[in-house]
């Protein structure tokens, strides 16, 4: 059974940081594309990051970053934990958003298959 729990986040002032955390189990990071999603009421859900091992190399990792993060947050995972994260710098107020983690075997879309529970990142100016 696939699960994602978030964690890691909360209120921060802007220029702050934050790291969050998703801890998967019942499957292998290597075979599945994690990505970071945020969400605030009455918008869109957006794409802020995903990583996936490449399926071809198995060794090199492909990385996304949506524009208005790139430089600012980065994406990694640990296999032995199972885990990946999201480090976060920089933050601004328009950062403030539920972030979700998701997974799929595909690549990262809008459309993941599997979706964690959500954790709200909050920066006050």
């Known amino acids: 059974q696939v699960q994602l729990v978030e964690s890691g986040g909360g209120k921060v002032q802007s220029g702050g940081s934050l790291r969050l955390s998703c801890l998967a189990s019942g499957f292998t990071l290597d075979d599945f594309s994690i990505g970071w999603f945020r969400q605030t009421p009455g918008k869109e859900r957006e794409a802020v990051s995903c990583i996936r091992l490449s399926p071809y190399t198995r060794t090199s990792e492909f990385k996304y970053y949506s524009e208005s993060v790139k430089g600012r947050f980065t994406i990694s995972r640990d296999n032995a934990k199972n885990e990946v994260y999201l480090e976060m710098s920089g933050l601004k107020p328009e950062d403030s958003a539920i972030y979700y983690c998701?997974?799929?075997?595909?690549?990262?879309?809008?459309?993941?298959?599997?979706w964690g529970q959500g954790t709200q990142v909050t920066v006050s100016s």
């Open positions: 998701a997974a799929d075997s595909d690549f990262c879309s809008l459309t993941m298959t599997y």
